[in-house]
């Protein structure tokens, strides 16, 4: 296979992305986080004792993301919100397909597979981020899903450049003696992005922090289990990754959110690991048993088949990335079962908040489908059935994919609400007022201007996120006082009714 196929393929699949995020399941803002941190950009370096102390991925590319929305797009479009979709979308389709892009490269530098494997193994690993999840006979989730746009940001973005870093890192024997190799510019740019990996989002850099941890164990056996000078030159690049994750964790312990969470949960240890536990049981039963069954039987497989096979270089590379992955995935799972013990339970049901556990998962099956098809040359003239099956079933949108927690109405209700509550906004700013009373849904039975926090998704204190962006947007003239009023003849105008007919099946 050419270099230009695979440029074509991989464009293909960008512009697939991009129209699921953009048409399908699309990130249209909507709750008071969404308003909150699209409108405005933090300062670019950890901050001792706030809210986030070490979230400076997030917190600056989706203001940026909101400044191109509104300054870029918005004057050809005319249309605020769907600006504001399709960049969003654009930036978090550009991190997927960066992901993809590194697992293609260490397939084909790492494991030495040729580009038909590994173009096939890429089209299957994105795939398998909905293959998992599919349940042909209700909504599901995916690899992917969130509960708000900002999320997006907290959570799926930190986790796909923490995994693309570590894929790219993997792709060469000896990251040290590449580094050394790469030019200044080069080096500029790993280190750039490795600031934003490790600030990110304390949850999400356990994919690079495992991984950094346990390859400086493979160097240490792989030196004789000595200590030397020739042993810190080839791991010096993970112990510094080791050491910043660890200052950031000691910064986000020292947070007011981990402040806060920690007044908040009273029980009892052993209870709140026993909630904890009960919560991973619900992601888990969000998965396809069967797919999942069928993924660790590949792996198993995959395994067997690496003890058995001649196949050099390629053999030995794919046994050292399997034990590690394998390593980090369990890593992984006692890290995030910790720390949600301890900041919330129901964390740990949450898809996007267990993101690194599905990454290896889905890491591990497909590198191994990947060494199957390398030793078993029957397979690979089945790739294209294997390829176009798999699409058949994780993209049937027979039932759509679970709604956003944060808002669970079709991106086009969202959209029109959205529309609806800025219009009023922007009719006072043209009046000239300084004050605004805005309509907006009854989202919570127990409401109160008292708890700023009540009526969520649309709380009271979403106001004032809501003037910040859109002021910095241009879409106002000046910061007036926005004061929201639940209204339940909102509901009915723009709320869908939920009472829906079951689809049914052709067969």
């Given at each position: 296979m050419r270099k230009k196929s695979v440029f074509i393929i991989n464009l293909l699949?960008?512009?697939?992305?991009?129209?699921?995020?953009?048409?399908?399941?699309?990130?249209?803002?909507?709750?008071?986080?969404?308003?909150r941190y699209i409108g405005g950009i933090r300062p670019p370096f950890p901050l001792w004792g706030v809210w986030n102390p070490t979230r400076v991925l997030p917190e600056t590319l989706m203001g940026v993301g909101g400044y191109i929305a509104s300054f870029v797009v918005y004057p050809f479009t005319h249309d605020y919100i769907n600006s504001l979709t399709f960049v969003e979308a654009v930036i978090f389709s550009v991190f997927i397909m960066g992901a993809c892009i590194a697992y293609y490269r260490l397939l084909v530098k790492r494991l030495h597979f040729n580009r038909f494997s590994a173009i096939a193994s890429e089209l299957l690993f994105f795939i398998s981020f909905f293959l998992l999840f599919k349940h042909l006979n209700q909504p599901s989730y995916s690899g992917f899903w969130?509960?708000?746009?900002?999320?997006?940001?907290?959570?799926?973005?930190?986790g796909l450049l923490n995994a693309s870093v570590m894929m790219y890192m993997e792709g060469t024997s000896?990251?040290?003696?590449?580094?050394?190799?790469?030019?200044?510019?080069?080096k500029g740019i790993f280190i750039l992005t490795l600031y934003f990996t490790l600030f990110s989002n304390t949850q999400l850099t356990i994919i690079i922090a495992t991984y950094s941890f346990f390859k400086i164990i493979q160097a240490f056996l792989e030196n004789q289990r000595k200590i030397d000078i020739s042993y810190f030159k080839a791991v010096f690049v993970y112990l510094l990754i080791l050491f910043i994750w660890l200052c950031s964790v000691i910064f986000d312990l020292n947070g007011q959110r981990a402040k806060d969470v920690q007044g908040q949960n009273n029980t009892s240890l052993f209870i709140a690991m026993h909630d904890t536990l009960e919560q991973s049981k619900v992601l888990f039963q969000a998965f396809n048993a069967r797919i999942l069954v069928a993924f660790i039987c590949v792996s198993v497989l995959a395994i067997i088949a690496g003890t058995k096979t001649s196949k050099g270089v390629a053999r030995k590379s794919f046994m050292n990335l399997w034990i590690i992955s394998t390593l980090c995935l369990i890593s992984s799972f006692m890290y995030l079962f910790i720390a949600y013990t301890k900041a919330g339970s129901m964390?740990?049901?949450?898809?996007?908040?267990?993101?690194?556990?599905?990454f290896f998962l889905l890491f591990i099956s497909n590198f191994s489908f990947a060494f199957l098809i390398t030793v078993i040359d029957n397979i690979q003239p089945l790739l294209p059935l294997v390829i176009v099956l798999a699409s058949l079933i994780a993209f049937n949108l027979n039932y759509r994919q679970v709604q956003p927690t944060n808002a669970p109405y079709s991106a086009v209700t969202a959209k029109r609400v959205d529309n609806y509550i800025i219009k009023q906004i922007k009719h006072a700013d043209e009046k000239g007022e300084s004050e605004v009373i805005v309509k907006v849904p009854v989202d919570q039975k127990n409401y109160s201007p008292k708890v700023t926090t009540s009526n969520w998704p649309h709380s009271y204190d979403m106001a004032v996120w809501l003037q910040n962006t859109l002021y910095s947007h241009g879409i106002i003239r000046t910061r007036m006082h926005i004061v929201f009023k639940p209204d339940k003849a909102v509901n009915a105008r723009f709320y869908e009714d939920k009472n829906e007919q079951s689809f049914a099946p052709l067969e």
């Open positions: 699949l960008f512009i697939f992305i991009l129209i699921y995020f953009t048409e399908i399941s699309p990130l249209v803002p909507f709750d008071g986080d969404d308003w969130t509960v708000d746009l900002s999320c997006v940001f907290f959570y799926l973005i930190p000896d990251f040290s003696k590449t580094y050394k190799a790469m030019s200044n510019l080069d964390y740990a049901s949450r898809p996007d908040a267990m993101w690194p556990i599905i």
